[in-house]
Nanobody
């Protein structure tokens, strides 16, 4: 059983930056970030494979967000720059039992409770 806990959300003005962190308790392989805005389905944001071999980003965040992990500390980070109001959502950290990265929520076995990110215009 793996527990993941997010932190670092908050309120920021458009164009600003925020950094999210996720602490994982237990063995983790591929990990990812997803988000869900009010009235919308949960959507993929970014993912990183086990040992950081590969990463992938949604088109909407590519070039603005950076995912990284520290396997020694068992943490996952998401650096978000040039934030836009449409980035407003609850952000979730997820951990998979497979090594390769994946954009599919169904491939993730463990989820955090989420952290709110609000970007004002």
């Amino acid at each position: 059983q793996v527990q993941v806990v997010e932190s670092g959300g908050g309120l920021v003005q458009a164009g600003g930056s925020l950094s999210l962190s996720c602490a994982a308790y237990g063995r983790t392989y591929a990990m990812g970030w997803f988000r869900q805005a009010p009235g919308k389905e949960r959507e993929f944001v970014a993912t990183v494979s086990w040992r950081s071999t590969t990463t992938a980003y949604s088109e909407s965040v590519k070039g603005r967000f950076t995912i990284s992990r520290d396997d020694a500390k068992n943490t996952l980070d998401l650096q978000m720059n040039a934030l836009k109001p449409e980035d407003t959502a609850v952000y979730y950290c997820a951990a998979s039992t497979q090594a390769v990265h994946t954009i599919l929520p169904s491939r993730y076995d463990y989820w955090g409770q989420g952290t709110q990110v609000t970007v004002s215009s």
